[in-house]
Nanobody, 115 residues
């Protein structure tokens, strides 16, 4: 059974940083592309960043230069380092992958950027 468990969300002031983690189980992690999405109130869920099994990276324009994504295959964990956070980054952040012909999502972690 595939599980994705996010952690690391919280309340942070504008300009601050957070690191999100997503621990995966039940999948051959090293061969999977891993993604971070976010969903703000009243908005559609959007792709924030993706890291391929070979290390290729994709970032949404809104986070380029501020967010980085990385993975530790030994720990089956993907990270999202978020710097220079802005109120517009407030959202629930979800870990996502595709495996065995299906899509899998974590439960989400809330990130709130506010003074």
């Amino acid at each position: 059974q595939v599980h994705l468990v996010e952690s690391g969300g919280g309340l942070v002031q504008p300009g601050g940083s957070l690191r999100l983690s997503c621990a995966a189980s039940g999948i051959a992690f090293s061969i999977r592309d891993m993604d971070w999405y976010r969903e703000a109130p009243g908005e559609q869920r959007e792709l924030v960043a993706a890291i391929g099994s070979g290390g290729g990276l994709i970032f949404a324009d809104s986070v380029k230069g501020r967010f980085t994504i990385s993975r530790d295959n030994a720990k089956k964990t993907v990270y999202l380092q978020m710097n220079s956070l802005e109120p517009e980054d407030t959202a629930v952040y979800y870990c996502h992958t595709r495996a065995y012909g299906l899509e899998y999502w974590g439960q989400g972690t809330q990130v709130t950027v506010s003074s």
